[in-house]
């Protein structure tokens, strides 16, 4: 504050005694040109006066207008340092490379009085000039980083003189020239000589031994626009333009450093909380460092925010006793232990949670930092597992094993090559009379069971059960075969033989059974609502299959000639030895033509 109080009062006192000289000198000149005629006229009268009395007055004359360009120069001089300081305060204020290139060109057209100016930066890859700042008498144009396509016109840069610019440049130090025609370093630049430049100043914008750049300031009409001063001017200003240029930026690398940053911590928010197990890190005294969406719903906290800094043993609730025996153990061993726990969430719901716990290790030196613990509420999948337990009762294995694909079939069904096997395993004409209900019941699961054991020995899928009666599919989604027809009349050969054994056990007369099997296309897909669907087979076939099994006598395998001809093609290993003993045709309801049958024996 105290050295630019002291200039401004410099400053002041120049202009006082400049004001006083110019007060003073046409006093002087008045009295300078009034002795001179007193000395002529007195001259012809014949009287001398002293010469020295002339002399003295244009010796004072000529060193008041010596005195009075001292000062003007030295008051020029203090006026272009001041728009210097001033110019260099405003660049350095910002950090904004095209506001910095903007503010330095308004500066040096006005520390120079140049006619125009541009500022060109130079690329550090390819050294090509980009023209980003042009002032002329008429036009002003700054191309930005934001808008690299709204580049300064062609005939507007062409107009100066890339010899003079590419020559700073390459040896970084600032050119000079009052006639640039006369100049002989400029010799032989042609885009001198087209351009008949004549007062030109370029300087270069080093940060360190790095040139980022020029200014250039020039002028077309006049010689000598430009002297020693304004070339010191305008190198010093360069100086700190390229000082400002470079903090702007590293300014905007930071920012984009930050944005880069930034977005990639909001990625990892996003993706953390996104995650649906529950995530919790701890550091080495046991307080929650962070924990996402999902952990907080499973500990009951409002948010993540609620458990970070928090004990976990004060948050983990009824897993506490459990959760500390295994993460000491963990810290010990270095190794990764996971432990479960039946606990109550919110309202009261019964969960079990499994929390798998792993060493939280530094990034450097390996070092434990705390633990990581993953949280999975598998209630649900526990639910599951025991409902599908259950449903083995009622349910074939394949069925259940390919339930969500079952699903995924939704209402439209698919059309396939498929075997479908009828039998009748307790015919109601063999009932006895007078058995009870209950016992009843008991008898005909007898059978229905052993014939589904059968069913799903050859690979079979029960589609449902009806009475006493079974309907299997072969080849369906559930259980493709390649050999479906023959894995059917395998399973059929299978029922006969366990119910054999089960009447010799009974002591029963044999052969009571009726099975019908036919190979063709049907559609197979889900039936009923969204509430409460099945999966079946629908079509001629499955009707022929039905019809087959109906016009089958007791104990008797009839399959069609469709099954016939797939089974020849496609046997099953096992089953090498079988006998089809051609049946006259059945006229199955529905089918306009009589289908040709055969009964199956095995040899």
Do not use: W
């Not at 046409?26 to 002293?50: F, M």
């Not at 939280?360 to 639910?383: F, H, N, S, Y």
């Not at 498929?418 to 004409?429: E, K, M, Q, R, S």
């Not at 449902?464 to 479906?484: C, V």
């Amino acid at each position: 504050m105290l050295d630019q109080d002291t200039n401004s009062i410099t400053v002041s006192a120049t202009m006082a005694i400049a004001a006083e000289i110019g007060q003073l000198t046409p006093l002087l000149k008045t009295a300078y040109e009034s002795l001179k005629r007193q000395h002529d006229l007195l001259q012809q009268r014949g009287i001398k006066l002293p010469n020295m009395s002339i002399a003295s007055m244009e010796s004072v004359l000529d060193l008041l207008a010596k005195f009075d360009r001292v000062l003007k120069d030295e008051q020029r001089e203090v006026t272009q340092l001041r728009s210097l300081a001033e110019n260099a305060a405003a660049i350095s204020r910002s950090l904004v490379l095209d506001n910095v290139l903007r503010d330095a060109m308004d500066g040096v057209i006005s520390l120079s009085g140049a006619e125009r100016g541009c500022i060109i930066l130079v690329d550090p890859e390819t050294k090509e000039l980009d023209f980003r700042v042009l002032r002329d008498t008429d036009t002003i144009h700054n191309r930005t980083e934001h808008n690299p396509g709204e580049a300064i016109p062609a005939e507007k840069t062409a107009k100066f003189s890339r010899s003079v610019i590419r020559q700073v440049v390459e040896s970084g130090e600032a050119l000079l020239t009052s006639n640039a025609n006369d100049d002989m370093r400029l010799s032989g630049m042609q885009s001198v000589i087209a351009l008949d430049l004549r007062s030109v100043l370029c300087a270069p914008l080093r940060i360190k031994e790095r040139i980022l750049g020029v200014v250039y300031v020039d002028n077309r009409l006049k010689f000598g626009v430009f002297g020693e001063r304004e070339k010191t001017l305008v190198a010093a200003f360069a100086n700190q333009v390229a000082a400002a240029i470079s903090n702007a930026r590293l300014f905007d690398e930071l920012q984009r450093t930050l944005a880069d940053i930034t977005r990639v911590k909001d990625l990892t928010d996003n993706v953390f909380n996104s995650i649906g197990s529950g995530v919790v890190t701890v550091d080495q005294e046991g307080k929650i460092l962070r924990a996402n969406r999902a952990a907080a719903t499973l500990l009951n906290a409002a948010d993540p925010q609620a458990l970070t800094g928090r004990p976990l043993e004060a948050v983990v609730g009824a897993m506490r006793d459990a959760l500390v025996e295994v993460v000491q153990s963990v810290r010990d061993t270095n190794e990764v232990q996971t432990v479960e726990s039946e606990v109550t969430l919110g309202e009261r719901r019964r969960a079990v949670l499994q929390a798998k716990i792993s060493p939280l290790k530094g990034t450097e030196d390996g070092a434990p930092q705390g633990i990581a613990m993953v949280l999975d509420d598998l209630t649900e999948q526990r639910d599951r597992n025991e409902t599908l337990r259950i449903l083995r009762y009622y349910l074939p294995t394949a069925m259940l094993e390919n339930i969500t694909q079952i699903a995924g079939l939704g209402f439209g069904g698919e059309r396939r090559e498929v075997t479908c096997l009828y039998v009748d395993t307790f015919p109601l004409a063999h009932l006895p009379k007078g058995v009870r209900p209950q016992e009843l019941m008991q008898t005909i699961n007898i059978y229905l069971s052993l014939a589904s054991d059968c069913i799903h020995d050859a690979g079979g899928v029960i589609d449902k059960y009806m009475g006493t009666e079974i309907m299997a599919l072969f080849n369906s989604q559930l259980n493709p075969q390649p050999n479906h027809a023959a894995a059917a009349v395998d399973a059929a050969l299978r029922i006969r033989e366990h119910f054999d054994v089960l009447y010799k056990s009974l002591d029963i007369a044999p052969h009571r059974y009726h099975i019908g099997i036919n190979t063709g296309v049907a559609t197979l897909g889900n039936v009923g609502s969204h509430n409460r669907r099945d999966f079946t087979a629908i079509g001629s076939s499955i009707n022929v299959a039905k019809r087959l099994e109906e016009n089958a006598e007791d104990g008797q395998i009839i399959i069609s000639e469709q099954t016939r001809a797939h089974l020849l093609a496609n046997p099953v290993p096992s089953r090498t030895k079988l006998r089809l003993e051609s049946r006259p045709p059945v006229q199955a309801k529905g089918i306009a033509q009589p289908v040709n049958i055969y009964e199956v024996f095995s040899e």
